[in-house]
């Protein structure tokens, strides 16, 4: 796996995967940066979110579960001094959708904390506390 890195101006960079995909990445004003995209930090959170979902998505897929809609909502905590790791990261995902079993939902989530998702499992060994949790929707009822 690779990526490149171009510093464009100030605090703006445009990050680029090795699949060829493209982002900016920028920093808050007071920084020099003019806040024309995620921080890194921010991007790596995101990675996370990404990383997680994918395989949450996919062991429910596998597992023949008629999910209509996953969204995961994560919040972390940085250290207050240099480097600013993050300390905290809560992992909190919705998934909806029709008769779905919680059993599955539940071990979705927790083989892909402890055993796939590789974004999550190499901040945990850095000292990263990481928690989980779900909520299910049920697709077929109008709240």
């Known amino acids: 796996m690779k990526a490149r890195i171009k510093w464009v101006e100030e605090a703006t960079f445009i990050a680029e995967s090795g699949s060829g995909h493209c982002v900016v990445m920028d920093g808050p004003p007071d920084h020099g940066g003019r806040n024309l995209g995620p921080r890194p930090m921010e991007m790596m ?9 994918f395989d949450v998505m996919l062991i429910l897929k596998r597992g023949r579960q008629a999910v209509t809609d996953c ?3 994560l919040s972390a905590e940085r250290a207050e001094t240099e ?4 300390t905290r990261i809560h ?3 919705i998934v ?11 071990r979705a ?13 190499m901040l945990a060994g850095a000292g990263v506390e990481i928690t989980h ?3 299910i929707h049920d697709a077929g009822k109008q709240d």
Do not use: N, R, W
Not at 47 to 53: E, K, S
Not at 109 to 121: F, G, M, N
């Open 83 to 86: 480097p600013k790791v993050f």
């Open 71 to 73: 969204q995961v909502e």
């Open 91 to 93: 992992v909190h995902f």
């Open 45 to 53: 959170l995101m990675g996370l979110g990404g990383c997680t979902a």
């Open 109 to 121: 989530v927790q083989l892909s904390a402890e055993k796939y998702c590789s974004a999550s499992i």
């Open 96 to 106: 909806s959708g029709h008769e779905l079993k919680e059993k599955h939902v539940q």
């Open 133 to 135: 949790d779900y909520e």
